[in-house]
């Protein structure tokens, strides 16, 4: 069945960096989309970044520049660098899988975390000032 593990959660000085992984098992990332989202009380789940089954990124306009999404296809496992990080970016982060759409006029939907069929338990991430 199909899992995703996020760790590498933690408390981090504003500037500081921080490593997010998912790891993904029960399919295989190269027939998938993984998206990072980060969610706080109160506020819907928003969307981070996404990698494409083809290796595609993209990000939101508040981390363009600052993260970072990869992966590894041995290891099944998709990497959120977050770098310069601001005590905004304290949230709750998920990640989500979903299959890519057949259109690619579509792919601006995968920020939205209704396109989404699984998710992780989530990491927290907590950003001091």
């Known amino acids: 069945q199909v899992e995703l593990v996020e760790s590498g959660g933690g408390l981090v000085q504003a500037g500081g960096s921080l490593r997010l992984s998912c790891a993904a098992s029960g399919f295989t990332l190269d027939y998938a989309v993984i998206g990072w989202f980060r969610q706080v009380p109160g506020k819907e789940r928003e969307g981070v970044s996404y990698?494409?089954?083809?290796?595609?990124?993209s990000y939101a306009d508040f981390v363009q520049g600052r993260f970072t999404i990869s992966r590894d296809l041995v290891k099944n496992t998709v990497y959120l660098q977050m770098n310069s990080l601001k005590p905004e970016d304290t949230a709750v982060y998920y990640c989500?899988?979903?299959?890519?759409?057949?259109?690619?006029?579509?792919?601006?939907?995968?920020?939205?975390?209704?396109?989404?069929?699984?998710w992780g338990q989530g990491t927290q991430v907590t950003v001091s000032s």
């Open positions: 990698i494409s089954n083809d290796g595609s990124t």
């Open positions: 989500g899988t979903t299959r890519p759409p057949a259109d690619r006029e579509l792919m601006y939907l995968l920020l939205r975390h209704t396109v989404y069929d699984y």
